[in-house]
């Protein structure tokens, strides 16, 4: 997937509209729209503010993928998968671990 494609899925998961992305970020939502179309690439700073305001890693947002043996363990594939869900449904996950591992101690 391409820094465009990463940037429009991560914004529409979170519900932020380019608009909205754009001033947070001190540009315009046309400049967020040449991100996402491939027309255009932010610097790195501009990377690096986008990357804080979603809350994920400059490897996700760009699409890197690491491909040793520990970029598959469990640990790791749980992590990728993490990092694509909205906040709501990162708060759902967190809640349903802590159950797991309650009732865990209960045993």
Do not use: W
Not at 40 to 60: C, M, Q, R, T
């Amino acid at each position: 997937m391409s820094f465009g494609d990463n940037l429009e899925r991560i914004r529409k998961d979170r519900k932020v509209s380019q608009a909205k992305l754009g001033a947070a970020l001190g540009l315009t939502q046309q400049m967020i729209s040449s991100y996402e179309k491939g027309m255009s690439s932010p610097n790195i700073e501009v990377l690096v503010k986008i990357a804080d305001y979603f809350g994920v890693s400059l490897d996700a947002l760009v699409g890197h993928v690491v491909n040793t043996p520990s970029a598959n363990s469990p640990k790791a594939r749980l992590a990728r998968y993490f990092e694509r869900l909205s906040d709501v449904d990162k708060d759902k996950c967190i809640t349903i671990v802590q159950t797991i591992l309650q009732d865990r101690e209960m045993r």
